[in-house]
């Protein structure tokens, strides 16, 4: 099936089969922004294929840095070879950085550039220019960088960086881009910079510091490192994205008779509490841990289609799944329930994600339901399909497209094109697996 604006879903009967997904985001944009802050040539293997990881290469590009592509062993990936400059050694750049649709990059280049000591505006797409940015202006401002936003403390932010000095920070929300911004900052900042964070967030950047050589001390929520270490070059290997599996994962379980294995995804216990919660909802899940190559786990997921009960998600448990429940809600209209609360973050996602996510589904036939801070799914009536938008949310067509497969018609999702910010090959490899 060809990904155009919009993309027609037709029921599937089952999913079966095995694959690999693309390159973890998450990781493939923290890798790429230490090898042009590490000192000399790092190679990075199965880099992020998506929209998304490009915004930061390009950004990169701009501020100096050469990444060349290889062709790739690695099926559908990309290997770079990223120079990296040092530390503060990035060069101004002649025009705006472009995050275009990527949050992640927009929060932690903020870090990044923030330590040099030129003027850089970063500005991203319709959707990164409603999300909020005071959670980085913040600490980046007391670290010493002089920043100006546009009203709102919303994109574009323009960033006069220089000689930062290291500080203890303690965020309103638990956050893996606020953390890696401050913590990037921090390592080119004078002294120490420590992050307390009120709950967990997922923790790539301080295993990526560690790969490229640097200390980073961790004591529960509290997350430090000392400023000046130089990073060394390295070869990494970047595994599948869970966030990306968990589609093709939910829908398996989902789906009467299917059963799907993802290889080569990445197992980091901050990212795998998804497969947890589909175990604990009723799921068969087989988790078959086999590397764990520059400090990240890797291994094999399999999921097979159960009869499902009824699943509550606390506000504790929600930024261990931000990027999955919408995919969860997806899955709750086959069979089963679920209710979200404490997820009013879903609403400064790529767009507001509660409320597209639910009109979405009650567009489709579901019984979904729009709660301040979250939502309610009850599955056991087949949606009917028809038209849902999904507001150039990638995460959103997605999962719109994972309800699609136990609609009785088929399902048009507008806006479907977003897959490319994280998944390109998404349409296609769910074409693949069914039975
Ligand atoms: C990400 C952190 C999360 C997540 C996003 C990726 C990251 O956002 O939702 O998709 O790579 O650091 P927050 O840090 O805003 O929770």
Wanted: glycine share 12%; net charge neutral; with cysteine.
């Amino acid at each position: 099936m060809r990904v155009a604006q919009e993309t027609v879903v037709k029921p599937a009967s089952a999913l079966r089969g095995a694959l690999r997904v693309p390159g973890d985001k998450s990781i493939s944009h923290r890798y790429a922004l230490l090898a042009a802050l590490a000192d000399g040539e790092s190679t990075i293997v199965n880099y992020a294929t998506g929209a998304d990881c490009a915004s930061t290469l390009a950004c990169l590009a701009a501020l100096g840095i050469t990444v060349t592509r290889r062709p790739e062993s690695h099926p559908g990936g990309t290997t770079l070879r990223v120079r990296g400059q040092g530390l503060r050694g990035l060069s101004s750049p002649a025009g705006p950085l472009d995050c275009g649709n990527s949050g992640t990059t927009f929060r932690l280049l903020a870090g990044v550039v923030a330590a040099h000591s030129f003027a850089s505006t970063l500005v991203g797409d319709a959707s990164l220019s409603r999300r909020p940015m005071r959670r980085v202006i913040t600490p980046l401002a007391q670290m010493g960088a002089g920043i100006e936003a546009a009203p709102g403390d919303r994109a574009p932010l323009t960033i006069r960086g220089g000689e930062l000095a290291g500080i203890s920070f303690s965020p309103d929300v638990p956050s893996a881009q606020v953390k890696g911004a401050v913590l990037l900052a921090g390592l080119q900042a004078r002294g120490r910079t420590t992050i307390t964070e009120p709950g967990p967030s997922r923790d790539h950047t301080e295993r990526a510091l560690g790969a490229f050589g640097a200390e980073v001390a961790i004591v529960d929520r509290q997350v430090a490192v000392e400023g000046g270490q130089r990073l060394t070059a390295k070869t990494l290997h970047v595994p599948g994205d869970i966030s990306s599996a968990a589609f093709l994962l939910a829908a398996a379980v989902g789906l009467a008779g299917s059963c799907v294995t993802v290889h080569d995804v990445g197992l980091n216990p901050s990212r795998t509490h998804l497969l947890d919660m589909l175990r604990r909802w009723g799921a068969r899940i087989d988790v078959d841990l086999r590397d764990e190559r520059d400090g990240e786990p890797s291994g094999a997921v399999t999921a097979c289609a159960r009869p499902l009960g009824s699943l509550e998600i606390t506000p504790d448990e929600v930024p261990n799944v931000i990027d999955e429940l919408p995919v969860l809600a997806a899955l709750a209209t086959f069979v089963g329930e679920l209710r979200v609360t404490g997820a009013g973050e879903l609403r400064v996602k790529e767009s507001d994600r509660i409320t597209a996510l639910v009109t979405g589904l009650r567009a489709m036939g579901a019984h979904a339901e729009e709660l301040a801070d979250g939502f309610h799914v009850r599955g056991g009536r087949r949606l009917a399909g028809g038209c849902v938008d999904a507001r150039h949310d990638h995460r959103l067509a997605m999962a719109f497209a994972v309800a699609a497969l136990g609609a009785s018609a088929p399902t048009r999702i507008d806006g479907a094109d977003a897959v490319a910010v994280s998944y390109p090959t998404f349409f296609e490899d769910l074409e693949r697996l069914r039975a």
